[in-house]
Nanobody
Framework: QVQLVESGGDSVQAGGSLRLSCVVSGFTYSQYYMGWFRQAPGKEREGVATIHRDLRDSTTHYADSVKGRFTISQDNAANTLYLQMNSLKPEDTAMYYC???????????????????WGQGTQVTVSS
């Protein structure tokens, strides 16, 4: 059974930083996508950052709104996915979800519909 458990959400002031963590268990694919998505009240879920691992390498994708501020990374030994968020803005306020997909290739990595496995979410609130 695949489980994803997020943590690290908090309330911070604009300009601050947070690091989200997602512990993944039961996910044994050698080629996959994992990523972070967010959903603000009244808005659709949007892709924030994803990482694609194939048999040789890994590739990251970021939403334009977070490029240069957010960094996605993995600790394979700890089965943990991270999202380092710097220079936070009020518009980053949302519930953040960790997700995983067993597809070896996805045409639009930041599209939530391709991801089968989801965590329960962790709230990030940024005040001005």
């Amino acid at each position: 059974q695949v489980q994803l458990v997020e943590s690290g959400g908090d309330s911070v002031q604009a300009g601050g930083s947070l690091r989200l963590s997602c512990v993944v268990s039961g996910f044994t694919y050698s080629q996959y996508y994992m990523g972070w998505f967010r959903q603000a009240p009244g808005k659709e879920r949007e892709g924030v950052a994803t990482i694609h691992r194939d048999l040789r390498d890994s590739t990251t994708h970021y939403a334009d709104s977070v490029k240069g501020r957010f960094t996605i990374s993995q600790d394979n030994a700890a089965n943990t996915l991270y999202l380092q968020m710097n220079s936070l803005k009020p518009e980053d306020t949302a519930m953040y979800y960790c997700a995983a997909s067993e597809y070896a290739w996805i045409g639009v990595p930041l599209s939530a519909g391709w991801y089968r496995y989801w965590g329960q979410g962790t709230q990030v609130t940024v005040s001005s």
